[in-house]
């Protein structure tokens, strides 16, 4: 099961969708901070070395967690206040989800479910930087949107 922390939008189709996703003993939990362009440049130029506006960014709390069966027992350090693992946090820009709503021809709804998804499989450890693990990377976000009623 998986819980989303977001004052801005409801994510409950996302949580649902993920379920069985991935192997774990206890709830996951990650946060989605809704932001501007200004704050979205800041935060890639100091934690990635780029100075541009994107549209999601990921920081994860586990390391080396792709595939891996997540039990609390293992993270103890990692329990948010509902006792729930904590997986990070996904920093989501507003204007370029808006952007790319209107630019890929979808709504603004599914353009920030989509961005939410791709960084919530960033916080679980998947990543793009090879063909081949865009194209898992890929192939597991469009199960997940499916699931969520949210396909292109």
């Known amino acids: 099961m998986l819980k989303i922390y977001c004052d801005q939008f409801d994510f409950s189709a996302l949580e649902k969708a993920f379920d069985g996703e991935t192997e774990s003993d206890c709830v996951l939990a990650a946060e989605i901070v809704v932001t501007d362009e200004e704050e979205i440049r800041r935060l890639n130029c100091e934690t990635r070395g780029v100075d541009a506006v994107t549209d999601v960014l990921s920081y994860p709390s586990l ?53 939410a998804c791709h960084g919530m499989w960033h916080l679980l450890g998947y990543d793009h930087m090879t063909d081949g693990d865009k194209a898992v990377m890929r192939e597991r976000e469009e199960k997940v949107m499916s699931k969520a009623g949210l396909k292109r």
């Open 63 to 115: 390391d080396n967690i792709r595939g891996v069966t997540l039990k609390k027992a293992d993270f103890p350090m990692d329990l948010d206040e509902e006792g729930n693992l904590f997986l990070g946090s996904i920093a989501i820009c507003k204007k370029r989800a808006e952007e790319q709503a209107e630019e890929f021809g979808h709504s603004f709804l599914r353009e920030v479910n989509y961005l």
